[in-house]
């Protein structure tokens, strides 16, 4: 099922990221179980590798309200492509069988539609 609100949401959170260092503008939003919905865009640094995806900067605000279970994500960017593999990590602490989709944003298209667990599995875990 297309999640619009959630798409918008993270289209309209790619126009804050802070990418002067790559202009590749990112934003993703996560729906946690309880159906809220928590955003966050890349932020980039002058000391290059210690820029923040926006799939990480979203999950730390969705921990930051209490929330610790995803239901669905969207990341908005140009061509629509996907999370890293230290965001795919990161996402998979919080819920392994949820959704991710990938939006282009030049036409606002979905361009792919993958589960977590497509997306790493064998994800590391201690528990
Ligand atoms: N980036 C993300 O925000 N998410 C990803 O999953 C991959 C890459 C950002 C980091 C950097 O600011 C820019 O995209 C180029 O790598």
Redesign the pocket.
Known sequence: MVDQKLIEAALAVQKQ?Y?P??N???G?AIRDCSGKIYCG????NASYGL???????AVGCMVASGQREIQAVV?A?RGG????G??RQVLAEFGKDFTVTLVDSKTSLVTAYWTMLDLLPGAFSLI
């Open positions: 990221a990418a260092y790559s590749f503008l990112v993703a865009c890349n932020f980039e820029a923040i995806c926006a799939e990480r900067c990341v960017s492509v996907t999370p890293c230290a965001c």
